[in-house]
């Protein structure tokens, strides 16, 4: 019998001692979910960065890396939109309130988002809560701002994602996105020389 993913609770507390336990439970899920994201170093290191060739590898290089990078990509995206927002406080409390949907549904969760009896993507998750992110925040009259840092985090993903060499990253084409529908027969690992 796997327990994956469950969390045990007993009824027979209650008081403080429970709520110690929420806490204590929490900051483990917290931990364990930004574990997931790929090393920063990893991600920043400068031997491993330069101009592709042709523009077919700068595709393949923002397909390859946004798979792996993809919650450290989706955190640099957050980050310079809440930078964006500081002079706008009703907008950012509205980012905030959305970032805890963020923490739940997408960086915290150590199993699949089931609804209704179906199994839904992390890149669903991903695309539905920042386009409730943007529709939200664009509600409170911060539009010029908003679109601005969007605008900025984006190219800031698309040019480090380009210029990052994939040669170095061990993946599964599986957990990036990258199946190709042939069954697993292609070459298994992006970057890999045969």
Known sequence: MTTYGTIPTSS?????SKNLEYISRAKERIKAGLGTRQPWKLMFN???LGLPSKFAEAISRIRTNVGYFRMNYSIIVLLILFLSLLWHPISLIVF????????????LRDEPLEIFGRVIDDRVVMIVLAVL?????????????ILVALLIGVVVVVVHAAVR???????????TGLMTGTGGGGGGVAGSTS
């Open 133 to 145: 992110t943007v529709v939200f925040l664009l509600l409170t009259h911060a539009t010029v701002n």
């Open 165 to 175: 060499k994939t040669d170095d990253l061990f993946l599964d084409e599986e957990s």
């Open 12 to 16: 027979s507390q209650s008081g403080p």
């Open 46 to 48: 400068f031997h491993s």
């Open 96 to 107: 905030i309130v959305m970032m805890a949907a963020w923490l739940f549904l997408y960086f």
